[in-house]
């Protein structure tokens, strides 16, 4: 045939792809097209339209660079990323919930004994995060690695500071839990924050009149033996923007009451040197097996 109506078309890209031989790629791509031939024939999109999606598109990815995932942050404000979080983990009996892994994870940080300041004399308010990862039944789960990363008091990640060529990161390590499962640092209070706006995702925010912020969290991604990686953050409880999350992956059960305190010692009995706050936060673990996440990017460490 040479000579297509509209849904004879449909048909017969799909045919194209008869012979593919991964038959999962087959399947998801006849998904593909016949979701994109739906959208354009609802739509009667124009060639304007059109070629403003490809523009919108190219340059998406040419925002792209070593350290910036332009196309991440699409996925999570057009909310595919939590889409996809929630297809895969339907199921959780009482495991920790999960959440996006966002745009500013850059691989796997450098191993750091515990209580360590990871603030490296950012200014903020000091906070303790004391923590612990178990099993579903509460057990324990010795050697479980965690790497944490969050923003700053401005709301900046490191990467995103012309400084993270020269000084390396901040605001970012990795920690392996003791025989109690524990594990705990230092860092400085983290703020909501803008997602960045000065690429093609922050045009569509500001052309739909949708705020950019997202709610102050830090980010967790733990690894254990014989469980699924979990990827996750943790939220500040009474964070304004807690109900209207720019990339929709606040969860009620991923809140945490962060307290502030005066008592002249934190919890691993080092004095503080003013108030202090503290997050105190759990994670369970499901077991099972699950890739953990990569950053689609070169970034060193
Ligand atoms: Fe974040």
């Not at 999109?45 to 999606?53: D, N, P």
């Not at 996809?84 to 500013?104: C, I, K, Q, S, Y």
């Amino acid at each position: 045939m040479t000579q297509f109506d509209d849904h004879e078309l449909t048909a017969e890209v799909i045919h194209s792809f008869q012979a593919t031989p991964d038959p999962r790629l087959k399947f998801i791509l006849g998904e593909v097209v016949t979701s994109l031939h739906d959208l354009v024939r609802r739509t009667n999109l124009t060639f304007e339209e059109w070629e403003r999606a490809i523009d919108f598109l190219t340059r998406t990815g040419q925002t792209c660079t070593p350290l910036r995932q332009e196309f991440i942050l699409l996925s999570d404000v057009l909310g595919v990323s939590m889409l996809v979080d929630a297809v895969n983990h339907r199921e959780r009996e009482g495991a920790t919930e999960t959440t996006v892994l966002g745009p500013f994870y850059v691989g796997e940080h450098r191993l750091t004994p515990h209580g360590s300041d990871i603030s490296q004399g950012i200014a903020g308010e000091p906070m303790f995060v004391r923590s612990r990862v178990t099993d579903l039944s509460g057990e324990p789960l010795a050697g479980a690695e965690i790497d944490v990363w969050h923003a700053d008091d401005d709301g900046f990640y490191d990467s995103q500071k012309q400084s993270y060529e020269t000084q390396g990161p901040s605001l970012r390590a990795r920690f392996k839990t003791d025989a109690d499962g524990r594990f705990s640092f230092r860092t400085i209070l983290p703020c909501s924050y803008p997602i960045p706006t000065d690429g093609p995702v922050g045009e569509l925010i500001a052309a739909t009149k949708r705020h950019p912020m997202r709610p102050a969290h830090v980010h967790f991604l733990v690894k254990a033996q014989g469980f699924e990686p979990l990827v996750t953050h943790v939220f500040i409880e009474g964070d304004e923007y807690l109900g209207s999350d720019a990339v929709f992956g606040v969860k009620d059960e991923l809140i945490a009451k962060v307290e502030r305190r005066d008592e002249p010692v934190m919890p691993d009995g080092v004095p503080a040197s003013g108030p202090w706050h503290l997050m105190a936060y759990e994670f369970q673990m499901r077991p099972g097996t699950g890739i953990v996440p990569q950053p689609m990017m070169a970034a060193a460490e």
